[in-house]
């Protein structure tokens, strides 16, 4: 592999950031200096992501009872929610992308993302009737739409060359912690007898807080606006169209987690363990991706989410046939492996790929043609699930992670190249 595509060298325009590449900043390279030598802006867009996905994860596994059994609607209205809800964030990712590379800003579009992301949290707490929650869940999702692209695309220009992988896997890693402590939350204030509602609304208040330490903790990175009219196009980089073609066909198999969740129910656990399970999930994704990261930043990110997608084929193969509750809890284990060596590590690709005028719009493209992937796989796994079982859900799924990790080694010698002579 050559250096080039290991990562030490950077795309002209790909980072705003100034200085000498990791390796020169610090002398030795270890992890811990190297964290130290990261801008400010990635920490405290780490602490942004810490308190607003607790926020969120206080709510997720509370939210499917809260509609059916507090507000009594039937499970058709879940769906429909959840539906609704999940489209809008996906809809909206790159149109705001876009949007913020015209402007040439981004911390608008995050501060406006995450306020709105804690007031729809307010709202899912005093619905009385599910058409309230409905659109406490629409702005909810609403917010995680118009912040995402531009708060990538920012994190990415607060980065030095060769930093990429180091810093995407610390704001995968401050994400996922809040992620994993939220559900804790939810599950102590349950067990301490507190009301639906009111723990709901305790959700609202580090969802709010993510807001003042924007403020407080991160800085714009301003760039020229790009007055250029509208239109969908794909950026010119072969690694980003390589990663993106991977991506769709892995999403076509990549269905909602809830399908996990209802094999962790199936196999006997009850909902007390179901969240320990996704916790310990959440643990393990928070523990992985800043090693994976830094590691993506001298192998390359284009061979880390190969080596992901594989591990999902594994983990979905391993779902189909298991029938114990150990062997649930260790695949939920190696589930964290797999999204820790994708998430973050594929945004750090698009960002070194991509020149720094339209990497909000590369990002918000991935990730909203992801999500409509997704949206696609869990109809096509709902399916499955009812007409041949469960097993036929993780089996295409496998089958679809294989075929893209298999799509993305035919273009790893394209990606080399491209990222070497850029």
Known sequence: ????????????????????????????????????ALDPNVRGMGWVSFVADLSSEIVYPLFPIFITTILGAPVAVLGLIEGVAEGTATVLRYPFGVLSDRLGRRRPFVFAGYGLSGLGKLLIAVAGVWGVALAGRVIDRTGKGIRTAPRDALLGASVAPGQHGLAFGLHRTMDTMGAAVGPLIALAGLELGLPFRWVLGLAAVPGLLSVVVIWAAVRERPQAPEPAAFRLRLPASPAFRWLLAGSLVFGVGNS??????????????????????????NLVYAAASLPLGGLSDRIGQ????????????????????????????????FYGLYIAAT??????????ATPLRERASAIGLQATL???????????????????????????????????????????GAVRRSLAAA
Do not use: H
């Open 1 to 36: 592999m050559t250096p080039q595509e290991s990562g030490s060298p950077s795309a002209p325009g790909t980072s705003s950031a100034s200085g000498p590449a990791a390796n020169e900043l610090v002398p030795g390279g270890g992890v811990g200096a190297r964290l130290r």
């Open 256 to 281: 909602t987690d809830m399908f996990i969740l209802l094999k962790a129910k199936d196999v006997g656990l009850g909902a007390s363990g179901v969240i320990l399970v996704y916790v310990l999930y």
């Open 370 to 412: 992801s999500g409509v992937a997704t949206l696609l796989a869990s109809s096509v796994g709902g399916v499955l699930w009812s007409a041949a079982g469960p097993w036929a859900t993780f089996a295409f799924g496998a089958v679809c992670a294989l075929a893209a990790a298999v799509l993305m080694m035919l273009g790893r």
């Open 343 to 352: 998430e973050g590590t594929s945004k750090a690709l698009i960002s070194r």
């Open 302 to 333: 284009f061979p880390l989410v190969i080596a992901g997608y594989v591990v999902f084929a594994a983990v979905y193969l391993g779902f189909a046939v298991t029938g114990s509750i150990a062997g649930v809890a260790a695949l939920f284990a």
